[in-house]
């Protein structure tokens, strides 16, 4: 987000303005139905490991229903995975105010053009 600041925040009156923070929703299935995304704060400041954590703390606890109202709120960009089953994109609904939302999936081999030597001239 700090690479391309424009997917970090929201359209508000007709207006687009950019978060000064970095505070990720994460779209978690219920399982009886449903969707949340929950943010955690300042994620640009936070290592790989304490994010996991707080990941393995936000699911059970947003399944629970013991939410807090700012993890509700406080988003400014959405993540979505679309698992590991091969799927490869994703309609996401954008959750207003924010103004993106970004799928990961599995990984999967694509034909990438390539200027080889065939594309040197010869």
Known sequence: MRDVPQLNGFWIDGEHRLADAIHVGFAI???????????IHDVDRRS???LMADLRDLIPRARAGRLRSSEFTDGTITVTSLGDGGV???????????????????IADQPWPSMGWWGCGR
């Open 29 to 39: 299935a219920m399982k009886g139905g449903g969707l949340l995304a929950p943010a």
């Open 48 to 50: 790989c490991d304490e």
């Open 88 to 106: 490869e994109s994703v309609l996401g609904v954008i959750y207003p105010p924010q103004v993106a939302i970004v799928g990961f999936g599995s």
